[in-house]
């Protein structure tokens, strides 16, 4: 069974910066690749960033240039380091991970607090 496990979520002041890490463990062969999505009170949950197994990566427009999304293979961990936070960045952050073309596998989330 694959558990993700969150993490670095909390309370920071606009313009400030957190990194997230999302560890897994349970199966630890394979390309995979991982997602990070968000969800905002009384919002759906929505992409954020994303990385292959091969290190492609892709991200939203609301984040471009400020988060970056990494991964450490042997620590078998995904790191979402985010940069020039605002307000409107405050959400529970998940992480998503996929083996193959399905991505069937989420962390419980962390809260990300931006205060103005």
């Known amino acids: 069974q694959v558990q993700l496990v969150e993490s670095g979520g909390g309370l920071v002041q606009a313009g400030g910066s957190l990194r997230l890490s999302c560890t897994f463990s349970g199966r630890t062969s394979g390309s995979y690749g991982m997602k990070w999505f968000r969800q905002a009170p009384g919002k759906e949950r929505e992409f954020v960033a994303a990385?292959?197994?091969?290190?492609?990566?892709s991200y939203a427009d609301s984040v471009k240039g400020r988060f970056t999304i990494s991964k450490d293979n042997a620590k078998n961990t995904v790191y979402l380091q985010m940069n020039s936070l605002k307000p409107e960045d405050t959400a529970v952050y998940y992480c998503?991970?996929?083996?193959?073309?399905?991505?069937?596998?989420w962390g419980q989330g962390t809260q990300v607090t931006v205060s103005s």
């Open positions: 990385i292959t197994w091969s290190s492609i990566r």
């Open positions: 998503n991970a996929g083996w193959g073309t399905t991505y069937a596998y």
